[in-house]
């Protein structure tokens, strides 16, 4: 599975963004799919992710309310909306699949494939 990330920009606080992913290859294989960031000196966190099949969504506590993922299964897509961006929410944005099904979505060493990531910027 290939996984490409689009969709990130530098805005201003309070904007919003709409990040994509990009699946190819075996995707009858994914069984899940998230969305990670990472900041600078900082490790790789959690922001959202969601079963293939069903749809459960799960979201961070930092981002709920102001981030929703969304997918597409005939495209093999899957967004992440964000909106009221704050500074602290720069980062590079990495998309990930997982072919397991596991039940932690938020378990960032489950997910077997990664994508490039996006920058996304946030100023004040």
């Known amino acids: 599975v290939q996984l490409q990330a689009s969709g990130g920009g530098l805005v201003q606080a309070g904007a919003s963004l709409r990040l994509s992913c990009a699946a190819s290859?075996?995707?009858?294989?994914?069984?899940?799919m998230g969305w990670f960031r990472q900041a600078p000196g900082k490790e790789r966190e959690f922001v959202a992710a969601?079963?293939?099949?069903?749809?459960?969504?799960s979201h961070a506590d930092s981002v709920k309310g102001r981030f929703a993922i969304s997918k597409d299964n005939a495209k093999n897509m899957v967004y992440l909306q964000m909106n009221s961006l704050k500074p602290e929410d720069t980062a590079v944005y990495y998309c990930?699949?997982?072919?397991?099904?596991?039940?932690?979505?938020?378990?960032?060493?489950?997910?077997?494939?990664w994508g490039q990531g996006t920058q996304v910027t946030v100023s004040s």
């Open positions: 990930a699949a997982d072919k397991t099904r596991m039940p932690d979505l938020r378990w960032i060493k489950g997910y077997d494939y």
């Open positions: 290859g075996r995707t009858f294989n994914i069984r899940a």
């Open positions: 969601v079963y293939w099949s069903g749809g459960t969504t």
